[in-house]
């Protein structure tokens, strides 16, 4: 089943910049099919952080921020604070699937 | 804004079919795309299918024979039912808008559902 790649975990001391990435294939996000990401908190479900892939919705820090390049899109947060300890799902399309695609999720550890 | 509620059983026996309902405020389910994503405890997100008012499904191929989406306009609620469920479907299910076609973002979440398969 298509999947897109994230790294299991990543950490960072407060005020630190870290990078999630998220990796696909020519089937979803190097088609050219746009690149979401989700914070999701423990316990609770989660929430939109970036659309389209640097488009981040009212309320959202713009510590936070989103690229994406050919078959991969990141996600950095730039002054890493204890609150975003939590989650990270990136999500996309896929054609071979015909429907949505998510990443294995990253969990932001805050050291 | 729109809200989104699911509620279900809480727990299914092995074989039997899951079912859930969603109710919508705040917004009108004739418009945009409606979906469940479902969350194994400890795991990623999973995509189940969508639906478009009017006809338009699609299911993920995975769960595709096993899987019906559909909604109840009167009601404005969104409905999902799973059949021959094994202790593989235990999750957390939600309920989620699409914003921009089937192939857009998800802007809305339900708070989420758990499901535990059980005898």
């Known amino acids: 089943q298509a999947v897109l790649t994230q790294p299991p975990s990543v950490s960072g001391a407060p005020g630190q910049r870290v990078i999630i990435s998220c990796t696909g294939s020519?089937?979803?996000?190097?088609?050219?099919?746009?690149v979401h990401w989700y914070q999701q908190l423990p316990g609770k479900a989660p929430k939109p952080l970036i659309y389209v892939n640097s488009m981040r919705p009212s309320g959202v820090p713009d510590r936070f921020s989103g690229s994406k390049f050919g078959t991969s899109a990141s996600l950095v947060i730039t002054g890493l604070q204890a609150e975003d300890e939590a989650d990270y799902h990136c999500q996309s399309y896929d054609s071979d699937l015909s429907g949505q695609v998510f990443g294995t999720g990253t969990k932001v550890t805050v050291l | 804004q729109v809200h989104l509620l699911e509620s279900g059983p809480g727990r299914v026996k092995p074989s039997e079919t899951l079912s859930l309902t969603c109710v919508v405020s705040?917004?009108?389910?004739?418009?945009?795309?409606w979906s469940w994503v479902r969350q194994p405890p400890g795991k990623g997100l999973e995509w189940i299918g969508f639906l478009f008012y009017g006809g338009t499904t699609s299911y993920n191929p995975s769960l595709e024979n096993r899987v019906t989406i559909s909604v109840d306009m009167s009601q404005n609620q969104l409905s999902l039912d799973l059949t021959s469920v094994t202790a593989a479907d235990t999750a957390v299910y939600y309920c989620v808008r699409l914003r921009g076609g089937g192939d857009g973002r998800i802007d809305s979440w339900g708070q989420g559902t758990l499901v535990t398969v059980s005898s």
């Open positions: 020519s089937s979803n996000i190097g088609a050219g099919y746009d």
């Open positions: 705040g917004g009108s389910i004739g418009d945009l795309f």
